[in-house]
């Protein structure tokens, strides 16, 4: 394997670490009239939706912060282990993850916090935590494996003389 691969499995191995830390740590705390407050991870956001019947909210959370980055991990450690499988349909798949997983993790992310802030501005203070900081760095790292793998197959594409 050469050193770029074993650079770029170690970093997705390192984005696998931040991502499961990220998505059980706690992210934030909101408080209610100083005496009541509750700590949120994004593993309880979506166990809290469920149980709360927000069944539509519960699946676009849970799909586009949970179950397509581990989709997208399993791709990049597919093309960055030495056990490579080439293949048009992997290939697609990883340029399709990679046009629309931007959107994924870390934009739904954001636009709920912002929308929890915003309703709860007056009546309660939120206070970030270390989850949502590990969560933002295994999205950005994802994205930053993802772009350069990428990068290399168009390469090897164009050397080979297919595209």
């Known amino acids: 394997m050469p050193a770029q691969s074993r650079t770029l499995h ?13 998505v059980f740590a706690p ?27 927000q069944y539509l909210l519960f699946l676009i959370v849970t799909g586009f912060s949970i179950l397509v980055p581990i989709l997208k991990l399993w791709v990049l450690f597919r093309l960055t282990s030495k056990y490579v499988i080439s293949g048009a349909s992997l290939k697609r798949l990883l340029a399709l993850m990679h046009e629309y997983g931007r ?18 501005g007056t009546i309660a203070s939120i206070k970030i935590h270390y989850g949502l900081y ?30």
């Open 27 to 53: 992210m934030m705390t909101i408080s209610q009239l100083i005496v009541v407050s509750t700590s949120f991870s994004v593993f309880s956001g979506v166990v809290e939706l469920f149980r709360n019947g």
């Open 103 to 120: 959107w994924a993790m870390l934009d739904v992310l954001v636009v709920a916090v912002l929308i929890v802030t915003v309703k709860l």
């Open 134 to 163: 590990l969560f933002g760095a295994a999205v950005l790292l994802i994205m930053l494996v993802t772009g350069r793998v990428m990068h290399l197959s168009e390469q090897g594409a164009n050397q080979t003389g297919h595209k």
């Open 10 to 22: 170690f970093l997705v191995y390192l984005a696998t670490a931040l991502f499961v830390s990220g």
